[in-house]
Antibody
Framework: EVQLVESGGGLVKPGGSLRLSCAAS????????MNWVRQAPGKGLECVSS????????YYADSVKGRFTISRDNAKNSLYLQMNSLRAEDTAVYYC??????WGQGTLVTVSS | DIVMTQTPLSSPVTLGQPASISCRSS???????????LSWLQQRPGQPPRLLIY???NRFSGVPDRFSGSGAGTDFTLKISRVEAEDVGVYYC?????????FGQGTKVEIK
């Protein structure tokens, strides 16, 4: 069974940092593109970052470019999102998604003073 | 970026009746490999999104056959043949033909 479990969310002050993790199981992690998708309260879905299976290709939404860094460790079946210089508008549930066919339950990031 | 536009944004439906959601992309979603990477996702209240349909019309594993997808090029449709109570939620179309992957605004399906 494919499972994606996010962790690392929480309350952080503007300008602060957080590192999200996504633990994957039930499939060969190293074969798949992985994505971070966020959903602000009451809003729609936004893909903030994607990473190819070998980490050779990486995408960032303009809204997070220069502040967020995606990475993966295929040996540990894990995906990460380092988020720096956080802003109030980064407040959202962050989902880890495999190819958009399987999604985790999400982790809430709240940026507030 | 490819813009995905859904209509309607809200769809009140009677139980057992059909529902239909349209999605239009700002440019063709036909990939150079010949496939069209248009998907439909369902998000029930308080739940993460769930893939229903991929490549226009292919039902994902475990998806009931009352859900169907159709379309081509820039115009696509999701149909629910007979709405059940568990179908309440927000439905999103999504394109993965071109980076960045983009989503429609979402269509809220609710029971009248």
């Amino acid at each position: 069974e494919v499972q994606l479990v996010e962790s690392g969310g929480g309350l952080v002050k503007p300008g602060g940092s957080l590192r999200l993790s996504c633990a994957a199981s039930g499939f060969t992690f190293s074969r798949y593109i992985m994505n971070w998708v966020r959903q602000a309260p009451g809003k729609g879905l936004e893909c903030v970052s994607s990473i190819s299976n070998s980490s050779s290709d990486i995408y960032y939404a303009d809204s997070v470019k220069g502040r967020f860094t995606i990475s993966r460790d295929n040996a540990k079946n894990s995906l990460y999102l380092q988020m720096n210089s956080l802003r109030a508008e980064d407040t959202a549930v962050y989902y880890c998604a495999r190819n958009f066919d399987y999604w985790g339950q999400g982790t809430l990031v709240t940026v507030s003073s | 970026d490819i813009v995905m536009t859904q209509t309607p944004l809200s769809s009140p439906v009677t139980l057992g009746q059909p529902a239909s959601i349209s999605c239009r992309s700002s440019q063709s979603l036909v990939h150079s490999d010949g496939d069209t990477y248009l998907s439909w996702l369902q998000q029930r209240p308080g739940q993460p999104p769930r893939l229903l349909i991929y490549k226009i019309s292919n039902r994902f594993s475990g998806v009931p056959d009352r859900f169907s997808g159709s379309g081509a090029g820039t115009d696509f449709t999701l149909k629910i043949s007979r709405v059940e109570a568990e179908d309440v939620g927000v439905y999103y179309c999504m394109q993965a033909t071109q980076f960045p992957q983009t989503f429609g605004q979402g269509t809220k399906v609710e029971i009248k």
